[in-house]
C-alpha cells in the first residue's frame, strides 16, 4: 500500500474508533470483545483500503464488518457460554440513583441487555449507526421485513422497560 493510502486509513481510523468501539460494546456488551472486534475489523478494512472506491458507503460497510466478525466469534466453541438470565433487581439502576445523564446511559444499557441479539444488532444498527433499513437488512443477512418487525417490538420492549422504570421512580 502506498505511503498516502496508509496515512489516509490512518486517519480515517483514528477518526472513527470510539465510534466504532461504542458500536462494538453495544452489539456484544462486552468491552473486552468490542475491543477484539474492533480489531479484526481494523486488518480486513485494512487489506480492503485500496479498493475502497468500490464501497458506497465506508462506514456501513465497516458496521457490517462489525457485525459480521461478532457473529464469528459467536460460532467459535470456546464462545457458548450461557450468560445468566437478566435480573431486573440487581442490573437496573436504582430509582435512588444520581440524576445526571450517567443513568439514563445506564438505562439504556440495561434495557438493551433484555432484548434478544438481533433485536439489539437491529436497533443498534438502525438508530445508533444511522443506517437504513436496506442496510440493516444487507448487514444481518435477513429481510427488511424483518428488520422491520424487530424494530418495533425492540422499540415496544424498549418503550414497555422505560414506562416501568419510570412508575417506579414516580412512586419512590
Known amino acids: 500500500m502506498r505511503a498516502l493510502d496508509e496515512a489516509e486509513f490512518r486517519d480515517f481510523a483514528t477518526a472513527r474508533m470510539a465510534a466504532w468501539r461504542r458500536t462494538a460494546y453495544l452489539l456484544c456488551r462486552d468491552w473486552d470483545l468490542a475491543e477484539d472486534l474492533v480489531a479484526t475489523v481494523l486488518g480486513r478494512l485494512y487489506r480492503r483500503w485500496p479498493h475502497r472506491s468500490a464501497i458506497v458507503s465506508l462506514d456501513a460497510y465497516v458496521s457490517t464488518m462489525l457485525v459480521r466478525a461478532l457473529l464469528d466469534e459467536r460460532r467459535r466453541p470456546?464462545?457458548?457460554?450461557?450468560?445468566?438470565?437478566?435480573d431486573a433487581d440487581r442490573d437496573l439502576p436504582s430509582p435512588a440513583a444520581a440524576e445526571d445523564g450517567t443513568v439514563e446511559r445506564m438505562t439504556l444499557d440495561s434495557y438493551l441487555a433484555c432484548l434478544g441479539e438481533r433485536r439489539r444488532a437491529v436497533l443498534?444498527?438502525?438508530?445508533?449507526?444511522d443506517?437504513?433499513?436496506?442496510?440493516?437488512?444487507?448487514?444481518l443477512g435477513i429481510s427488511t421485513g424483518t428488520v422491520k418487525s424487530q424494530t418495533a417490538r425492540g422499540l415496544e420492549t424498549l418503550r414497555a422497560l422505560a414506562s416501568e422504570h419510570y412508575e417506579t421512580r414516580r412512586e419512590s
Open 131 to 139: 443506517l437504513s433499513v436496506e442496510e440493516t437488512a444487507a448487514a
Open 124 to 129: 443498534v444498527l438502525r438508530f445508533y449507526c
Open 78 to 86: 470456546w464462545r457458548r457460554e450461557h450468560p445468566a438470565e437478566f
